[in-house]
C-alpha cells in the first residue's frame, strides 16, 4: 500500500498553543468536590492548579467498587470492599486489538463476566508463543503458559469514549490506522477518554490484608494470588493529557525491585511539608481500606517546568531500569504511525545504548523534555514520517485485518 507524503502539524507548535490554554485553564479552577467520591472527576482546571489533588480524586473514583450489573460506580458499596473495581469493567486491550483485526463489537453490557487470562494480561502473541523457551534445569524449554511465569502480569484497559472512539475509526487494525495516516485529520480522542496500566504480582495470603487483589485461572486449572503493585492513568482533560501514576508502599522493598529512583511528588498528601513525604492523603477515605497502602508518585501535564527543564515521572514498576529518564507526557507523545517500503513502523518507546537492544531493560533510555519535530518529519528526503496517535500507545498493538 502506498501512502501519499504530506504534513503531519508541529509537534512544538501545538505544545505552544495546547500550554496557552492550560494555563487559561488553571486560572480558573475551582476546589474539588468530593461529596460523592463514587463521581468521576472532569476539571481540565484542577488537573493543572491542583493536580495531586485531582490523581487521587481520580484514583479514588476509578478504585471505586463496580456494580457488577451496570459497570458504574456501587455507591451503596464501601471503598475498598474486596470486589472488582470501576476500572476493571472497562474494555482491555486484550479484546480491542484482536489476533485477526476484527472488530471487537459494541461496549460491554450487563453483568460483569470473569475475563479469560489471555486477553486480560499482555502476552506473547498465538503466532509467536511456540518459539518462547525459558531454562529449567538448565535446559531450554517451551513456554506452555506465558501467565504462569511471567514475574508480573501487565493488563491495559480503556473507557468507553476510548474504546468508541478506537471502535468507530476503526483504529483497531493496522488498515483503519493506515486510513488515519494518510488522511489530513489528525487523531484526536475526545475529552473524558481514559486509559489505566496497571501491574500485578503474585502474593501470598498474608499479604492480601495489603492489597488490591485477584484470582488467576492459569492455564493448568489452578488459581494464584495476585496484588496490584502500580496504577498509571492517562486521562484526556487536556490536550496533552493528565498523567499520574501509583505505587503500593511496599514496591522498593521488593526483591526483584530497583527502588524509586526519583523522589515521589505529592503536594496533597504531603500539605506543609516535603512533598516526598511517602504518605496517603487523610480525609478522603482511605482509612482502614487497601488503599491506604498506596502512594501518589506524582503527575505530569506539560512536558517541562517553569524553568523549561524537562519533567520526569516514573513508576518503578512501569519503567524499571529507565527511571531517571522517564516521562510519560514525552513518551507517549511517540505513540505514532509511519511507513517505509510499503511496512509499517512505530516510534520507539525507549532509546538504547550501543550494547543493545531496548528490550533489554538494563540498557533502556527513556524521552523526556519536548517532543522533537524530527521524529516525526525528518529534514529532507531521508527517513520515515510519523503521524501522532494522541499519546496512545496500546494502538500499537493492532494487527492487521484478516481477509
Known amino acids: 500500500m502506498r501512502v501519499p507524503r504530506r504534513t503531519f502539524g508541529r509537534p512544538l507548535q501545538r505544545s505552544v498553543i495546547a500550554l496557552a490554554l492550560v494555563t ?3 486560572t480558573s479552577a ?3 468536590d468530593w461529596r460523592e467520591p463514587w463521581v468521576e472527576p472532569r476539571d481540565a482546571g484542577a488537573a493543572v492548579s491542583r493536580s495531586d489533588e485531582y490523581a487521587w480524586r481520580l484514583f479514588v473514583a476509578l478504585n471505586w467498587p463496580a456494580d457488577a ?6 455507591r451503596r458499596a464501601r471503598f475498598g470492599a474486596d470486589r472488582p473495581v470501576v476500572w476493571e469493567t472497562w474494555q482491555s486491550a486484550g479484546n480491542v486489538y484482536l489476533d485477526d483485526g476484527a472488530d471487537p463489537g459494541p461496549w460491554l453490557t450487563g453483568a460483569v463476566a470473569p475475563l479469560a487470562a489471555e486477553r486480560r494480561f499482555e502476552t506473547t502473541s498465538l503466532r509467536d508463543l511456540p518459539n518462547l523457551r525459558r531454562v529449567v534445569n538448565g535446559v531450554m524449554v517451551p513456554v506452555v503458559d506465558p501467565i504462569a511465569n511471567a514475574r508480573r502480569l501487565t493488563e491495559i484497559r480503556m473507557n468507553r469514549k476510548s474504546f468508541e472512539f478506537i471502535r468507530a475509526r476503526e483504529l483497531y487494525n493496522i488498515e483503519g490506522q493506515l486510513r488515519a495516516y494518510a488522511s489530513a485529520s489528525a487523531v484526536s480522542f475526545p475529552y473524558g477518554a481514559r486509559d489505566v496500566k496497571a ?10 490484608s495489603r492489597y488490591h487483589t485477584i484470582q488467576v485461572r492459569l492455564a493448568d486449572g489452578t488459581q494464584r494470588l495476585y496484588g496490584l503493585t502500580a496504577l498509571h492513568i492517562a ?12 505505587e503500593h508502599v511496599d514496591n522498593p522493598s521488593l526483591a526483584d525491585s530497583e527502588g524509586w529512583q526519583l ?11 516535603p512533598s516526598d513525604c511517602n504518605r496517603a492523603p487523610s480525609g478522603i477515605g482511605l482509612e482502614g481500606t487497601v488503599w491506604r497502602y498506596y502512594r501518589l508518585r506524582g503527575t505530569l501535564s506539560r512536558y517541562t517546568d517553569a524553568h523549561g527543564e524537562p519533567e520526569r515521572l516514573a513508576n518503578s514498576e512501569l519503567e524499571s531500569g529507565m527511571q531517571g529518564s522517564s516521562s510519560c507526557i514525552t513518551c507517549h507523545a511517540r505513540a505514532a ?3 517505509k517500503a510499503g511496512e509499517v513502523e512505530r516510534l520507539a518507546a525507549f532509546a538504547t545504548s550501543d550494547r543493545g537492544s531496548s528490550d533489554d531493560p538494563l540498557i533502556r533510555r527513556g524521552f523526556i523534555g519536548e517532543p522533537q519535530a524530527a521524529w516525526f518529519e525528518p529534514e529532507g528526503q531521508a527517513g520515515t514520517r510519523f503521524r501522532p496517535l494522541d499519546f496512545v500507545w496500546s494502538m500499537a498493538k493492532a494487527q492487521h485485518k484478516s481477509p
Open 235 to 246: 486521562s484526556k482533560d487536556l490536550p496533552h493529557w493528565f498523567w499520574a501514576t501509583f
Open 30 to 32: 475551582q476546589a474539588l
Open 24 to 26: 487559561c485553564l488553571a
Open 337 to 339: 504511525i509511519g511507513m
Open 69 to 74: 450489573a451496570t459497570r458504574g460506580p456501587d
Open 199 to 208: 501491574k500485578w504480582r503474585p502474593i501470598t495470603a498474608g499479604e492480601r
Open 263 to 273: 523522589p515521589s511528588r505529592d503536594r496533597f498528601a504531603c500539605r506543609g511539608e
